[in-house]
């Protein structure tokens, strides 16, 4: 594996600690939809996996230099955000219909499985927007991958 590829893995590591922050700030002090948050470890675990993969994809967006690394950062959580939302909460409604297919309950009708992104982006915003601090633990979290990832990728180098 070499450098990029670790760089890549690391952000992906990074945005899903911070996506599985969000989502424990979203379910203890969430926004006005909160209540209707899944409980247990699973909405957690989707968040932290879409989180990462969101990460993944996206590592190229931070930890760069300068103010152009600053724009970049902020261009790309905002993103990162939302495509971890829909691929965690897809992930969560395909999990959740797979166990009610195996209990034989029936299943879960397939529309509820393809409107899961939209929900789980519509979430993170409601949190984001309705608690401070839902809104502060993902500022907070995504500065801290931007630093994590500019430490990483410069060392200690100034500027």
Do not use: Y
């Not at 500019?150 to 500027?159: Q, T, Y």
Request: proline residues 4%; hydrophobic residues 55%; aromatic residues 6%.
């Amino acid at each position: 594996m070499d450098r990029s590829d670790r760089v890549r893995m690391t952000c992906g590591a990074a945005t899903g600690l911070a996506g599985g922050v969000v989502a424990w700030s979203m379910s203890v002090s969430g926004g006005s939809l909160a209540r209707f948050l899944p409980d247990g470890p699973w909405f957690h675990i989707a968040a932290l996996l879409g989180a990462g993969v969101a990460g993944l994809a996206l590592a190229d967006g931070f930890g760069r230099k300068g103010w152009l690394g600053a724009g970049a950062a902020l261009a790309a959580a905002p993103v990162a955000t939302g495509i971890g939302a829909a691929l965690g909460a897809a992930g969560l409604m395909v999990v959740f219909a797979a166990v009610q297919f195996l209990a034989g309950a029936g299943g879960v009708a397939p529309g509820s499985v393809t409107g899961a992104p939209a929900l789980g982006v519509l979430a993170v915003v409601d949190g984001i927007g309705t608690s401070p601090v839902v809104a502060l633990t993902w500022v907070s979290a995504m500065c801290a991958v931007h630093l994590a990832m500019r430490r990483l990728r410069n060392g200690f180098e100034p500027g």
